[in-house]
């Protein structure tokens, strides 16, 4: 799951908030010098590479630049976010704060995404409040670990309530902070809450991984369909030279992967 962002001074205008996390980061963590920590890709070869997941479907940007900031700082090799050009530079403006708070080293970029709908990483939560019974608990909400359910009461006049027993529900999720965990589908006691699959946009996949400041990509299939995948390998096309690692994650499969799959560029 995402962690909890790092909300510091969310009330000052951004250079504030940014001294001020400069000042408590200098204050309180002693940061070891990037010699001490090895590149990403030796970190990789020595088999102790760390990476921040964000969610691939997560895109809070403002708590994505935020972990972003605060897990450079840790020294992470890795950085994985989703596709998606606000939420990719959220990432990197987290890593360029960090990098002027203290000399550490830039952790690699990578972007998630996938070939079909089968992968459970690729989807969102969605139900219509309007269709709640109003005697409801909300169970879901409080189940998220995302706080990405939230929901008011409103009286029939249209005044807004927050934590009383009558009145319609309002509300519902909130799409950019839904990572699609499921937790919670099953604890809805109406079944009212549905699971909205997507595939990412090549065109767009494409277009980040022209950029300079986008390292990887880690492409999810669930192996059954090699048409998918070679669909969208052949969608990318040239711009997958651009990239230092292309990683190629699978679902669980009852059946061995195809082999070709596994025939990709470490560059
Ligand atoms: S799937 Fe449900 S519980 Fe999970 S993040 Fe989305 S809204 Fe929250
Ligand atoms: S638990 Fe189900 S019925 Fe109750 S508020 Fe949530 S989505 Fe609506």
Redesign the pocket.
């Known amino acids: 799951m995402p962690p909890t962002a790092f909300a510091c001074c969310a009330s000052s205008p951004p250079g504030g908030r940014l001294r001020a996390v400069k000042t408590l980061v200098r204050s309180t963590v002693k940061i070891p010098p990037p010699s001490h920590l090895p590149h990403p890709i030796e970190s990789l070869r020595r088999g102790n590479w760390v990476k921040l997941i964000c969610g691939a479907s997560f895109e809070d940007a403002a708590d994505v630049r935020n972990l972003s900031l605060v897990y450079t700082l840790a020294g992470v090799d890795c950085i994985d976010c989703a596709a998606d050009e606000p939420v990719v530079n959220a990432v990197n403006e987290g890593i360029d704060a960090a990098m002027s708070i203290s000399m550490v080293n830039r952790p690699w970029v990578m972007i998630s995404v996938n070939d079909d709908k089968e992968d459970l990483h690729f989807r969102?939560?969605e139900f219509d409040p309007e269709d709640c019974p109003s005697d409801c608990p909300r169970p879901?909400e409080k189940?998220?670990?995302?706080t990405?359910?939230l929901l008011q009461r409103v009286f029939e006049e249209g005044e807004l309530v927050q934590n009383t027993e009558w009145g319609k529900l309002q509300g519902g999720?909130i799409t950019e902070?839904?990572?699609?965990?499921?937790?919670?589908?099953p604890i809805c006691p109406y079944d009212k809450?549905r699971a909205i699959t997507y595939v990412r946009d090549p065109s767009t996949t494409t277009k980040l991984l022209q950029r300079s400041d986008v390292d990887a990509i880690e492409i999810h299939t669930s192996g059954r369909c090699t048409d998918s995948f070679s669909e969208l390998w052949n969608s990318l096309g040239d711009s997958l030279k651009n990239v230092k690692l292309v990683a190629v994650k699978r679902g669980n499969l009852s059946k061995p992967m195809t082999p070709e799959i596994w025939q990709v560029n470490y560059t």
Do not use: D, E, L
Not at 143 to 146: K, L, Q
Not at 177 to 185: A, E
């Open positions: 969102k939560a879901c189940v998220c670990p995302a990405a359910i999720v902070r839904c990572y699609g965990c499921g937790r919670c589908f809450i």
